[in-house]
């Protein structure tokens, strides 16, 4: 298989075994969904028939647990979709079975889907499962197909190994070492069982367990070294399988020698190192494991150790000589380059790397004391260049950030945030490259802006996954992280921006930001681009009938260029017209808004008409507030008559409404002499007018609601709303109980109806009666 092809199916796989409608799922129901994905027909429409026992054989379980709990939960949970096939006598003679999220990701006509598979990849993906579990059989007439390598392993658990061998197989590079999960691990168990069970979405004594049978079958080594302080153990898997059929035997121990032994020491980071599987399109429990294969030996591997950070200092060490000393003397102090008797100064050269070669390395020794170079040194620039090429052979097409991927460095795995974890899920091998702090927090910012235009088209609550599904379609794309040579460049321009086939800002690539289906714009555009060549090779066919294909061919594309041409003339004429009309109409709202801001200008221009003041819009601030004062005294007055007069006896109402309003003017007057002589302006003056004739309104009001409450009609009322609650008074626990409500419902009515009377009074007297007709005594207030 290509590293092309490995990608897509353990994309396919991972898809289909970790779909929400599996979670809590036995591995026998996952795997059924897997064999069957494989077994699919594209010729039919992706269908697959098979027997109940057939398929028992595949997955190493019974017919029983098949019929039971295979077929049933995988319907159940609506991943497959199955009839019974029978013959013309009406005998059963087998299943026809579909997988329903291949079919839908093959309906939707989108080739990136992990689901997506074509004809030639299903036919790889069940081969590859004939060759680790298939149960053999011989075809009629042909050569008998050998059973795969774990057909012999059923009952129980076999249908986890069968799973794990697969997802494993397919998680390794052509030399065959497992890629071995990054970030903190369990101690007791090893980063080995920590990657299986990262594959299986189980637990890491689970994945010990099932890593310890697979053993036991020949298809798996683990290969265990001691460092040279045997303090930092490691570790790889080998698929022995992948590493026979591209002709590397199996590693049966360590290899020895001190270039090994230099690169155990190095800490691993497992996310940094990059083999060449592609990039998986969704991370879930069955996700990527993050170490890879550097070459045919045994290399820096995973540490067994919950921290990937070595646990011994760079000084000298207190046990056995690491490598012997080939130099004269021994000591621990001697120079790179001394003469014998007297050594060169420390780290003399540690400025000239290119002369290493030609010189003896300083070598470490037995002592017998502390460090001479205090409690912990570090390595000189000499020694950390001599590891260099020991650590691992990364290509450049590894490098993000300028520091080189492949590069293993001592630390943890960096995280992403916490509120984007999920988000960047699918590109969590490109964020463990990110070494430095600023270009991960510029990375998080562009992550965070980026959900937020997502969130104003899809939702907030199906931004993450949306954002998230781009990151995986577009590292796909690319040719998985190995490809990426700048992390932060191509998160920030080719990751996360939005990439609209169409005008409709929900496209993003052909598909929908808030549904996730296909684009329809685009599909109208793809269905007039097919349309207009349909009609264009149909006036070819009619006008040339017997000229030979290429002629005809030529012609459609040449008409083809032509109507191209002619569609972006109109549209280049159209976007022409609609820029002049654009022009027109906003000189015409120019126009609009200079006559309307003319038209103020003159309005604000016109001089007060009670005191003449120049700019005043045709009344002043002091002026305005005088005739609101007007008004108010207008209305005390007439409330007042309201609740004292008969409104049919209009001159008692005028004498009232007069007599009102003369003594409201004398008190506003007497008040506005009083601030005018204290030094107060016009617009105090007006201010303290008003004041006094809202107050008089109020208190008008609230004695015409008070004599009105007090008359026949509101008591009336009263009396009646009495009697009607009385008429309820079973209702409460005691009498006197029923006679307060009683009482507090009359003294509602009462309030009600002296509300009720005020009204109809006050508009039947601004009805009938004009204030222009009364004998004023008094002239109206005029601003000093």
């Not at 294969?293 to 000084?315: K, P, W």
């Not at 205090?374 to 520091?403: F, L």
């Not at 004695?703 to 007090?710: D, I, R």
């Amino acid at each position: 298989m290509t590293k092309t092809m490995r990608g897509r199916l353990l994309g396919a796989v991972r898809a289909l075994v970790g779909d929400p409608a599996l979670a809590g799922a036995l591995d026998s129901v996952r795997l059924g969904a897997v064999v069957l994905m494989a077994k699919a027909d594209a010729r039919r429409d992706f269908h697959t028939s098979i027997w109940a026992m057939e398929l028992g054989r595949w997955l190493g379980v019974s017919r029983s647990s098949v019929a039971h709990t295979v077929l049933p939960r995988l319907r159940k949970a609506q991943v497959l979709d199955s009839d019974v096939v029978t013959n013309e006598q009406g005998h059963p003679t087998g299943l026809d079975c579909r997988i329903v999220p291949m079919h839908r990701a093959q309906q939707a006509g989108d080739r990136r889907h992990p689901l997506a598979l074509s004809r030639q990849e299903l036919a790889v993906l069940l081969r590859l499962c004939e060759v680790l579990f298939g149960p053999g059989w011989t075809p009629k007439g042909k050569d008998p197909v050998p059973a795969g390598m774990l057909a012999g392993r059923t009952g129980r658990g076999a249908s986890t190994d069968r799973l794990g061998l697969l997802l494993m197989v397919l998680s390794t590079g052509q030399r065959g070492w497992l890629q071995l999960c990054p970030g903190t691990v369990d101690t007791g168990r090893g980063r080995p069982a920590a990657t299986v069970a990262r594959l299986l979405g189980c637990t890491p004594e689970a994945g010990g367990k099932v890593l310890g049978r697979l053993r036991e079958h020949g298809v798996v080594e683990v290969v265990r070294r001691e460092t040279a302080s045997r303090l930092h153990q490691t570790s790889r898997v080998r698929l022995v399988p992948v590493a026979e059929a591209h002709g590397r035997g199996p590693v049966l121990g360590a290899p020895k020698g001190g270039a090994e032994r230099a690169t155990s020491v190095v800490s691993d980071l497992a996310g940094t190192a990059l083999g060449d599987l592609e990039a998986d399109h969704q991370v879930s429990a069955h996700g990527g494991t993050g170490q890879s294969d550097r070459g045919d030996g045994f290399s820096a591997g995973a540490a067994d150790l919950a921290g990937s950070a070595q646990h011994h200092t760079g000084h000298a060490p207190v046990a056995d000589e690491v490598v012997e000393v080939a130099a004269d003397g021994g000591f621990s102090g001697e120079g790179r380059l001394g003469s014998g008797d007297r050594p060169e100064r420390a780290g003399v050269r540690e400025d000239a790397p290119a002369a290493r070669q030609e010189v003896p390395r300083l070598t470490l020794v037995v002592g017998a004391g502390r460090p001479l170079r205090g409690e912990q040194p570090r390595d000189s620039a000499v020694d950390e260049q001599d590891r260099q090429p020991e650590r691992t052979g990364a290509s450049d097409s590894q490098r993000g950030d300028g520091a080189d991927a492949g590069e293993v460095c001592q630390g943890r795995v960096p995280r992403p945030p916490r509120d984007l974890q999920d988000v960047l899920a699918p590109v969590e091998l490109l964020w463990a490259r990110l070494s430095h702090p600023g270009a991960r927090s510029k990375v998080a910012a562009a992550v965070r802006a980026e959900l937020e235009v997502v969130a104003g088209q899809a939702g907030p609550a199906h931004a993450g996954g949306v954002l998230a599904r781009r990151l995986a379609r577009r590292l796909a794309d690319q040719g998985g992280p190995g490809e990426v040579r700048n992390v932060v460049g191509w998160l920030m321009r080719r990751g996360l921006p939005r990439r609209p086939d169409c005008t409709d800002v929900r496209c993003d690539e052909g598909l929908r930001l808030d549904g996730g289906g296909p684009c329809e714009t685009c599909e109208y555009r793809v269905a007039d681009r097919r349309a207009l060549r349909r009609r264009v090779e149909a006036d070819v066919d009619a006008e040339m009938a017997g000229a030979p294909p290429a002629a005809r061919r030529a012609a459609v594309d040449a008409r083809l260029r032509e109507a191209v041409a002619r569609e972006a003339e109109q549209v280049r004429v159209r976007h022409a017209r609609a820029t002049v009309e654009r022009a027109a109409r906003q000189a015409a709202i120019a126009q609009v808004r200079a006559e309307a801001e003319a038209a103020e200008q003159a309005r604000r221009a016109v001089p007060c008409a009670g005191c003449d003041a120049p700019d005043a819009a045709g009344l002043c601030t002091a002026c305005a507030t005088w005739r609101s004062a007007e008004a108010e005294i207008r209305e005390a007055a007439l409330t007042q008559a309201a609740g004292q007069a008969e409104v049919d006896n209009l001159s008692d109402v005028e004498r009232m409404v007069v007599q009102a309003e003369v003594a409201l003017r004398r008190e506003v007057e007497e008040a506005s002499a009083r601030v005018r002589a204290d030094g107060a302006t016009r617009d105090e003056v007006a201010s303290l007018a008003r004041l006094i004739a809202e107050t008089a309104v109020f208190t008008s009001r609230r004695s015409a609601l008070a004599l009105l409450a007090h008359g026949e009609v509101a008591a009336a009322e009263a009396d009646l709303a009495f009697a009607a609650r009385m008429r309820g008074a079973h209702r409460y626990r005691t009498r006197a109980d029923a006679e307060r409500a009683a009482d507090e419902a009359a003294e509602q009515a009462r309030e009600r109806t002296a509300r009720y009377l005020l009204s109809e009074r006050l508009s039947v007297l601004r009805t009938r009666w004009h204030p222009a007709g009364a004998r004023v005594t008094h002239g109206p207030l005029r601003p000093a």
